[in-house]
């Protein structure tokens, strides 16, 4: 059974920085995504990569502060967030795909203090 495992949320202050990562207990998928939910909305995209080609895309709104990344140690991805914003507080969510089949992780959350 795949396991997708998120870690390293937690508290930071507004322009400080969290490293999230997603830990994957089977082979690799084809894609990965974080995702993020805060109380009373819709889970939206954040940054995404293809595991074979490396080719990433993210939300606007994180362009040029998040880096997703391979992290082949544990078959899973990184997700490093830079000058963090308050609007950026949400649990954090790993999401991994191969064709119609997909996996989420529990989720970790991230609160950004202004």
């Known amino acids: 059974q795949v396991q997708l495992v998120e870690s390293g949320g937690g508290l930071v202050q507004a322009g400080g920085s969290l490293r999230l990562s997603c830990a994957n207990s089977g082979r690799p998928f084809s894609m990965y995504g974080w995702f993020r939910q805060t109380t009373g909305k819709d889970r939206e995209f954040v940054a995404g990569?293809?595991?074979?080609?490396?080719?990433?895309n993210y939300r606007n709104s994180v362009k040029g502060r998040f880096t997703i990344s391979r992290d082949n140690a544990k078959n899973g991805v990184w997700l490093q967030m830079d000058s963090l914003k308050p609007e950026d507080t949400a649990v954090y969510y790993c999401k991994a795909a191969w064709g119609k089949a997909e996996h989420w992780g529990q989720g970790t959350q991230v609160f950004v203090s202004s």
């Open positions: 990569i293809s595991w074979s080609s490396g080719s990433t």
